[in-house]
């Protein structure tokens, strides 16, 4: 079993910075690919970055191209999600997810209940 827990969500202004932590529990932290949705006040949720389980790749959602920065630490079995110049669109409860298949998160704003786990979320608010 695999859970997840985010943390590190908070009010901040535009131009700000945030950065997310997922921490992983679970003996096979290693072989999963891990992503970051998001979900805005009705709003459905969206894919906004994944990671792979080795980190050799790595996907955005446009819109946080340039801006944010997915990566993985091993050894502290978590990952993180900097995010740089925050616009109040990036407003939004965050989620960690984590899957045996990068594509499965990759897809995951269409068919989210594919994904073999979630966690609860952290909120993001980014005032203008």
């Known amino acids: 079993q695999v859970q997840l827990v985010e943390s590190g969500g908070g009010l901040v202004q535009a131009g700000d910075s945030l950065r997310l932590s997922c921490t992983v529990s679970?003996?096979?932290?290693?072989?999963?690919?891990v992503g970051w949705f998001r979900q805005a006040p009705g709003k459905e949720r969206e894919f906004v970055a994944v990671?792979?389980?080795?980190?050799?790749?790595?996907y955005y959602t446009d819109s946080v191209k340039g801006r944010f920065t997915i990566s993985r630490d091993s050894a502290k079995n978590a990952v993180y999600l900097q995010m740089n110049s925050l616009k109040p669109e990036d407003t939004a409860v965050y989620y960690c997810?984590?899957?045996?298949?990068?594509?499965?998160?990759?897809?995951?704003?269409?068919?989210?209940?594919?994904?073999?786990?979630w966690g609860k979320g952290t909120l993001v608010t980014v005032s203008s």
């Open positions: 997810a984590a899957d045996r298949l990068t594509g499965t998160i990759l897809d995951g704003t269409k068919n989210y209940n594919a994904v073999d786990f």
């Open positions: 679970g003996r096979f932290f290693s072989r999963y690919a």
């Open positions: 990671i792979s389980w080795n980190g050799d790749r790595i």
